[in-house]
């Protein structure tokens, strides 16, 4: 253990930390990439050929030039994740959106859309959270 000190391994753990971060950043981009509805194929084509080629400078000016559409990009795809659960109401936090989703449970129930067993399904589901 002598011929490498504790500053070299703490070193060499940020340097192989960087490494897993970077390839993280270059993986959202390029599915930002593709998720972009902006963008013409040509443009995506394009985007992707600049930062598979120059990756430092082509993740560096597509985070600078696409930056505000990225954040925008992933809130909505988070909000569209937690809709395609299913016909099922997801919890919320607050009280009054509890009412609203059991009010819309209530309502599928009584026009027809959920028989009684996935009416008691889906409110013991969502009562139980």
Not at 11 to 30: A, E, K, Q, R, S
Not at 67 to 85: E, H, M, N, V
Request: aromatic share 14%.
């Amino acid at each position: 253990m002598d011929d490498y000190p504790m500053l070299g391994i703490f070193w060499t753990m940020l340097i192989f930390f960087l490494w897993i971060m970077w390839f993280l950043i270059v993986f959202h981009v390029i599915v930002d990439i593709f998720r972009n509805e902006d963008l013409s194929g040509l443009a995506k084509a394009a985007w992707l050929l600049f930062v598979l080629v120059v990756p430092l400078l082509g993740v560096a000016i597509y985070l600078i030039v696409q930056g505000k559409g990225i954040s925008r990009r992933t809130g909505r795809r988070g909000y569209q994740g937690a809709s395609d659960l299913g016909p099922y109401p997801v919890a919320t936090s607050s009280t009054s959106g509890d009412v609203r989703e059991l009010e819309r449970l209530a309502e599928l129930h009584r026009s027809g859309a959920l028989s009684q067993a996935e009416f008691e399904h889906a409110k013991h589901r969502f009562l139980a959270y």
